[in-house]
């Protein structure tokens, strides 16, 4: 059969398509839009670090032209730009149905990081990892929602490693051209430019919209020609510079971001602030409450009845606080413009008003002006009530109003492409029952049903996928864990030689049991605790039979010398210990190599000092592909633990003395993995599966998967606090 060759029409609209396709991180969690930009051009999808943007850049008007002259590919692109558009016109979904009223008044949800893809760097860790997932469920669920944040133009540091193992940091600039943002203009196809006064002086900043799916978030750019320099570099890095850097990022972010989203004429319902870094924001609301006459007492109580505040972490250096002489400093000009004493304004960032030497802080601010608050899991809820409770002097500790709502993820965006296909497939080829069950009731939209319990709960069933299935699955995401691994680990050598691409395709292997840890290097994560038994250890490693290997990543924050120490020791251990081969260290720590980690291990170890992990995500991350937790009874382990579905290190309590628990922590934790853990994966039947291990991994599909995502938590942020009621 011949096909007429497009017309001149038909192929503006597929570019024009592309274009708009590519300035929207709806791709990120699409695997047949990846697939198109990777096809495009492998190479420059793999170099340019998956930057379906940047990689269009890479080629030409006239090749695209040319290469969508080949009616297969076309036929692709039509059929991914057509559910692209069907994805942005969705008029059925959840919130239509649940909470059609914050359409026209959105939840305004301010965050200091927002991780979303890899190739826009703009996240520390967790917390901007699930502002991102947030960001892709309010998306999914159809939530009226905007995002702010800051547009730091050299991102988060990259890590290397130096020749004395220590980390050292360095900088990309993240260019707006090559990276998935479009300039916010005004009618007139000029830039929108707000002001803020920071200090004495008042600070020009424009903003950049970053499309994710159906929802906006805005970053702010001070990098303007009207500021001084230093002013302009103020949204340089992520948490960049000192205190004083600090807090005028904060007050660009509450203050500047409220006033942004003024200009843009958008009414938020709610003020969502993730975590304390945004809080000034209510000290914007009671100034324009106060402009149109309120008295300050007034204007604070409508203030507290539009915000939200989620806490994050238990650990002190988490919340912000600042000298009464930083604030005095940073706020001078910002105080002019409100008829209140300072003291007062002070008197909100703290816990006892009248102490003039108490600093103020963000977390006490962000919990007295907000009608609620909440933890980030139940035991979080609960040491988040402790935590505070001398703010509510005159309340029992368990009527603190801080509740809980537990984190999750988002699915799709975490599901490797290997498991999202191996799902596709065994769905299609499930042709009788299975699939006609599913199209009566979702219909084709797998990717919305793909946060169902039922899907999960097909897992239960050997019918619809076996254990050699699953099995072959394991190994093969094994496998490409290595092979990713051999290729990073070559690639940070400081000088490569011929015989290197032989000495690295050895490294690792794809028989062992591998244990992966990757996280923050803050220390009360404890890194190294699994190698306290390092004795112990290097036997297990060794075992022919029944070996065991671990992988490391993560990166310590660039002024924590302790958690570069951590950093140091692991990877010494690496290369000079018997243990060299049997653990590596992957250097740069981000979102593509979480996702590589969490696919392809069997075990993802977390062994935080509790109770100080308020959550964790990443635990969340590993399940839909098969690979089980092996935790402390810490964060959402302690909910998501029943004995069947993963491992527990030690018990739903801790000691009260740091080396006492590290002590008893190291000791449950050989324990478990010797005990349960290794016996369990090499106790092979004679068709060589691990019936026990695979019944396990059905487990953790079934009752953990569709449980910890953000579908879950942000239907649970609407209808707990999102609504008024
Ligand atoms: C998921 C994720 C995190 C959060 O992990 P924790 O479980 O909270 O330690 C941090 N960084 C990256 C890159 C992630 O993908």
């Known amino acids: 059969m011949t096909r007429k060759p497009l017309t001149a029409d038909e192929l503006n609209e597929l570019v024009a398509g592309f274009g708009k396709l590519s300035r929207n991180l709806w791709w990120c969690w699409d695997q047949e839009a990846q697939d198109l930009f990777q096809e495009l051009s ?60 914050l359409h026209k008044n959105p939840v305004a949800y301010f965050s200091a990081e927002f991780g979303f893809h890899e190739s826009l760097p703009i996240a520390a860790g967790g917390l901007g990892i699930l502002a991102g997932d947030h960001t892709k469920s309010a998306s999914d669920l159809g939530l009226g929602f905007v995002g702010i944040s800051l547009f730091y133009r050299e991102g988060y540091f990259q890590q290397a490693i130096d020749s004395n ?8 600039p993240v260019d707006p051209q090559n990276v998935p943002v479009e300039p916010v203009l005004d009618a007139k196809g000029g830039r929108v430019v707000c002001e803020v006064e920071i200090g004495m002086s008042r600070v020009h900043f424009h903003a950049w919209r970053v499309n994710v799916g159906r929802v906006p978030v805005y970053l702010l750019d001070t990098n303007r020609p009207e500021n001084e320099q230093h002013f302009r570099d103020l949204t340089l890095r992520v948490y960049g510079g000192d205190s004083t850097t600090r807090i005028m990022q904060e007050i660009l972010l509450g203050i500047g971001g409220t006033r942004l989203l003024r200009k843009l004429g958008v009414e938020p319902s709610t003020f969502h602030m993730n975590e304390g870094h945004a809080a000034f924001l209510t000290l914007e609301l009671i100034r324009e409450k106060m402009a149109s006459g309120k008295s300050f007492f007034d204007a604070l109580a409508a203030t507290k009845a539009q915000c939200h505040f989620t806490t994050h972490t238990p650990v002190e250096a988490g919340h912000d606080r600042f000298t009464p002489a930083l604030m005095d400093y940073a706020l001078q000009g910002y105080h002019a413009s409100l008829s209140v004493p300072f003291a007062d304004i002070m008197g909100l960032g703290r816990v006892n008003p009248t102490d003039a030497h108490e600093p103020f802080c963000m977390t006490v601010l962000a919990l007295k002006v907000s009608r609620a608050a909440n933890g980030v899991s139940e035991l979080h809820g609960e040491v988040s009530r402790e935590m505070w409770k001398s703010l509510y002097p005159n309340t029992p500790v368990e009527k603190v109003p801080i509740g809980h709502i537990t984190n999750g993820i988002h699915l799709l965006g975490w599901m490797k492409g290997t498991v999202r296909k191996f799902w596709q497939k065994k769905l299609a080829s499930n042709g009788d029952g299975a699939v006609k069950l599913w199209d009566e009731k979702y219909g084709h939209e797998w990717a919305a049903a793909i946060n169902h319990t039922d899907f999960w709960g097909k897992m239960a069933d050997p019918e619809f996928v076996s254990d050699e299935e699953l099995w072959a699955l394991r190994y093969k995401l094994r496998r490409e864990l290595i092979e990713f691994a051999r290729r990073r680990l070559l690639l940070q050598q400081h000088r490569v030689t011929a015989g290197d691409f032989i000495r690295f395709d050895r490294l690792l292997n794809p028989d062992a049991l591998t244990i992966g ?39 310590a924050h660039p002024r924590d010398d302790e958690g570069k120490k951590f950093i140091q020791q692991v990877i010494h251990l690496s290369k000079h210990s018997e243990l060299a081969g049997h653990l590596v260290f992957l250097e740069n720590y981000d979102i593509h190599v979480a996702r590589q980690m969490v696919s392809g291990c069997d ?49 739903d309590s801790h000691p009260d003395n740091i080396a006492e628990q590290d002590r008893v922590d190291s000791a449950n934790l050989y324990q478990t993995l010797t005990e349960q853990v290794v016996p369990m994966f090499f106790d092979r039947d004679a068709q060589g599966i691990p019936r026990a291990w695979v019944q396990r991994i059905r487990r953790t599909m079934v009752t953990l998967v569709p449980q910890f995502t953000t579908d879950r938590m942000v239907k649970e942020y609407t209808q707990k606090y999102y609504q008024m009621k």
């Open 42 to 101: 492998p190479r420059a999808w793999q170099d340019l670090y998956h930057n379906a943007a940047a990689v269009l850049h890479e080629v030409s008007d006239y090749e695209l032209r040319v290469r969508l002259q080949d009616a297969g590919f076309a036929g692709r692109v039509r059929s991914v730009l057509h559910n692209f558009e069907a994805y942005l016109a969705e008029k059925k979904t959840w919130c239509h149905q649940h909470a059609p009223e």
């Open 165 to 172: 193992n220590w980390q050292t940091e360095f900088y990309n």
């Open 517 to 555: 840890f990757a996280r923050r290097f803050a220390t009360y994560k404890r890194a190294p605790l699994v190698f306290h038994q390092l004795k112990n250890i290097v036997k297990l490693a060794h075992d022919k039979h029944r070996p065991v290997q671990f992988i490391y990543a993560g990166k």
């Open 603 to 651: 075990i993802w170890l977390n062994n935080p000092r509790r109770p100080l992990e308020a959550s964790g995500t990443s635990g969340m991350k590993s399940g839909c592909h098969g690979c089980m937790n092996l935790s402390i009874l810490d964060g959402w382990w302690r909910e998501g633990y029943d004995g069947t579905n993963g491992f527990a290190i030690g018990h």
